[in-house]
């Protein structure tokens, strides 16, 4: 917090609430490229995951995942000369992976089993929605009108996708109540991890909170990878699949991911995940011949909307 006086911040704790300084989004220019590239690369994660998922298991799939992302990464950090910065912040950086890789990917891999890819990333897309609301406990980040209402609908659409049930879609296209608990617990996870680096890591470079988080995950993971190998050696795809994840889906989209934090503030980045189910749902379609049933797409519907909303994407007249 050095970037806010230390009387102000006097000020704020005698007021009984403190309040994160707000970032000055720059022009839409200059990061909606990379907001859209990286809806595309997480929408086809997805895919990747269901097919290493598959052979490896939910757990060393994660592993690999996050493990290979970790080897193409670190010899970035060394080249630039960051290692001396992710070794200042290693305890910060590695909790980061804990809770926004180790537990999430592990929590995806075995979700995407439980229900289509489509399903699975619209339930993902209420990252936003536990984002504000722990921004907010954690914080004292204050929502809008705008946000507050986001929060309400967007929570009413995972209620409606989680306890709704179409009688005239087939079995196929039902989910699980835990693959649907699994993805909730991950996004979960998504919000608190956004949260900590928004107030732990801020001036820490993208690419190091990228690479620190990504070897934390690693450890995390090493040994119950170990326990969990699968007894015989998985195809060529499958490995195919775990190459995409880990140097496509996750080295170079934490990248992005992190330097959009940065850019544009954690809740705005984690909005990001409401156009992850377009991509998604279009691969999953050609794939995997997946379809969204009518509830489905009207869940989705209303969580898009309240996401878009509880990350300010679109703003109540009120509160303009």
Known sequence: HGSIPRAARRGAHKCGRYHE????????????????????????????MRWGSEFFGPIPTACLRVGLATLVLLPVVYAKGLHTEMQRHWRNTFFMGCINSAIPFALLGYAVHEMSTGLASILNASTPLFGGLL????????????????????????????????PAAPVSEQASTWGILA??????????????????LRSVSALTTACGSLMGATALLALPTWWLWPAQMPPWHAWASIAALSIVCTAAAYALYFKLNTQIGATKAMSVSYLIPVFASMLGAVLFEESL???????GAIILVGTALASGLWVWPKDQ
């Open 21 to 48: 300084p707000l970032v000055n989004t720059p022009p839409l220019r200059s990061w909606l490229p990379s907001f859209l590239l990286l809806s595309m690369i997480w929408g086809s994660s997805f895919v990747f």
């Open 135 to 166: 921004a907010w406990l954690w914080l004292k980040d204050r929502p809008t009108s705008s946000r507050w209402l986001g929060l309400a609908i967007g929570f009413l659409g995972v209620a409606v996708l989680t306890f709704g049930r179409d």
């Open 183 to 200: 993805v909730l617990l991950a996004t979960f996870f998504y919000g608190l991890a956004a949260c900590f680096a928004q107030r732990h």
């Open 293 to 299: 049933s009518m509830v489905h797409m009207l869940s």
